[in-house]
């Protein structure tokens, strides 16, 4: 793997690789000395052209424990807020010797689009409406974390369907993993054309959130007999109750944790250049 700009760069092997290295990396989590050699020598660089805690901070901490460079540059504070174009910000970066970029940007194509100017690994941190990979594979590791197999197993994701990029790589990671996932939006926030789009990629869509959470085995968002997941940043009253995203069965601050394990694992995979995969149980 060269880069991971789509889910749609993993198939089921592919995905379950980086979970499966994402186990071990989690070990780190709960050691004093949270470091492995891996990537010693390596630099990375996030580049966020959009607000981030999660996401940013995770990869700067995964980049760390694997002993890469890390260096981080947002737009506001970089030359682009000086009227430098997105191409020369990135061939500029890339100049000085990077290995891997980390990029979230507002625009739909960005890190693919980058991807075509620089030689370095690109991991798509989020762009636009349209991905968000990394935030998929984390919400399926704490899926499978909690609930075991994801086949078969039932998943319901509600809310703003139409903006939402985690929706995007979610069904691709979702699917490959070959779980049941009903889509829940009223219609105002059911993205045009859902149906053609459930019928090629084989999820189901409802209105009715009450008519599917008696069988959904996890619900990203809201509701509390079931595990609730949410990829964050969190609108409290808005987009979910506090007392759903404070309650025992929630796993949204277990979603962060592994977001640093499966960093680990996404930044391994594309720079350790096919080293053997670190003892971090030792
Ligand atoms: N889930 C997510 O991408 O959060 P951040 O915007 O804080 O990175």
Redesign the pocket.
């Known amino acids: 793997m060269r880069h991971l700009l789509s889910m749609r760069d993993l198939d089921r092997d592919g995905v379950l690789s980086i979970l499966d290295t994402a186990a071990s990396m989690h070990d780190v989590q709960r050691r004093e000395v949270k470091k492995l050699p891996t990537l010693r020598g390596r630099t990375v660089v996030n580049l966020f052209f959009e607000?981030?805690?999660?996401?940013?901070s995770s990869f700067e901490i995964a980049g760390k424990w694997l002993s890469a460079d890390v260096i981080n540059i947002s737009g506001k504070g970089s030359s682009t807020s000086k009227g430098e174009s997105l191409r020369d910000t990135v061939l500029t970066v890339a100049a000085m010797g990077v290995d891997g970029l980390v990029i979230?940007h507002h625009a739909s194509g960005a890190a693919r689009q980058v991807s075509q100017w620089v030689d370095a690994s690109i991991v798509n941190?989020?762009d636009g409406m349209h991905e968000?990979p990394t935030?998929a594979l984390l919400d399926a590791y704490t899926m499978r974390r909690a609930l075991g197999d994801l086949a078969g197993r039932h998943v319901a994701i509600v809310g703003d369907l139409t903006h939402s990029r985690?929706l995007r790589s979610n069904l691709i990671c979702l699917s490959r993993l070959g779980a049941r996932v009903t889509v829940v939006a009223p219609p105002t926030l059911m993205p045009s054309g859902i149906g053609t789009w459930a019928a090629a990629e084989g999820f189901e869509t409802s209105y009715d959130l009450d008519a599917v959470l008696p069988t959904a085995d996890a619900v990203m968002m809201l509701q509390v007999h079931t595990v609730i997941c949410h990829?964050?940043?969190m609108n409290r009253g808005l987009e979910i109750a506090a007392d759903a995203a404070d309650a025992a069965r929630s796993l949204i601050l277990d979603q962060v944790s592994a977001g640093v394990a499966v960093r680990m694992s996404v930044l391994y995979h594309l720079l350790a250049g096919g080293s053997a995969e670190p003892a971090a149980r030792s």
Not at 51 to 56: A, E
């Open positions: 607000d981030s805690t999660r996401t940013r979230r941190a989020g968000h935030q985690v990829p964050g940043p």
